[in-house]
């Protein structure tokens, strides 16, 4: 299952990155997917094996950004893929097909792309402007979102749509609404834990 709340990590180093994940994990949090683009390979490896033991601990789901060499070294739950990474039919190779495995995607025909490619999920976005990512893709909106759910009805493509980039908790209602499966968010629960438990309610309302 693909959980409606993904906690995408952050921290400049192994002690931040740490602290932040066992701070959501704490809270509520079932989806971690370790992003830590500035520590080095022995410092990527270092907090992954750790996120991997507090996952299990937590029984949470353990997912690597980009990194398929690693995930299957530590054996981790599975891989999220940008549109410039790996391919998918080369990860699932690595992989399995019991692995996550996770695709980026920013217009429709990205979206087309990644079901075609049969990945697992979609991280759809940016939904806004934000600081956290570089090289940021054109901004979606909700309209966006809405335009693109649309279309995917139109054509009976079916893959959870996970919205990402900017969200705030104010957003999350109207998010919602448009029919996603759910949220990726980083600085709103690194900054703020404990609203882990408001996310989770706000989404998991219908179910």
């Known amino acids: 299952m693909i959980s409606k709340l993904h906690y995408i990590s952050q ?17 509520g949090c079932d989806w971690i997917q370790l992003r830590f683009k500035n520590g080095n390979y022995n410092e990527l490896l270092t907090v992954a094996e750790k996120t991997k033991q ?7 789901t353990f ?28 990860a699932r190779a690595i992989l399995g097909n019991q692995k996550i495995i996770g695709g980026t995607a920013n217009t429709f025909e ?6 075609n490619e049969k990945c697992d999920y979609i991280g759809l976005g940016p939904f806004r402007f934000t600081t956290t990512k570089e090289k940021l893709s054109p901004i979606l909106g909700l309209e966006g ?19 990402i980039g900017g969200i705030t908790l104010e957003d999350i209602d109207a998010l919602i609404q448009t029919g996603l499966h759910g ?11 404990i609203i882990t438990t408001t996310l989770n309610e706000k989404l998991y309302v219908n179910i």
């Open 63 to 90: 997912i690597i950004n980009d990194k398929v060499d690693l995930a299957y070294q530590i054996d981790a739950d599975g891989v999220h893929l940008g549109l410039d990474d790996m391919r998918i039919k080369d």
């Open 11 to 27: 921290g400049n180093t192994v002690d931040e990155q740490l602290y932040n994940i066992q701070k959501t994990l704490d809270n």
């Open 145 to 163: 979102y809405k335009i693109i759910l649309n279309k995917m009805a139109e054509d009976q493509i079916k893959i959870p749509l996970i919205a």
């Open 110 to 115: 990205h979206v087309l792309q990644r079901a």
């Open 183 to 193: 949220i990726a968010v980083s600085g709103l629960l690194t900054q703020n834990p």
């Open 54 to 60: 507090l996952c299990n601990q937590y029984k949470a």
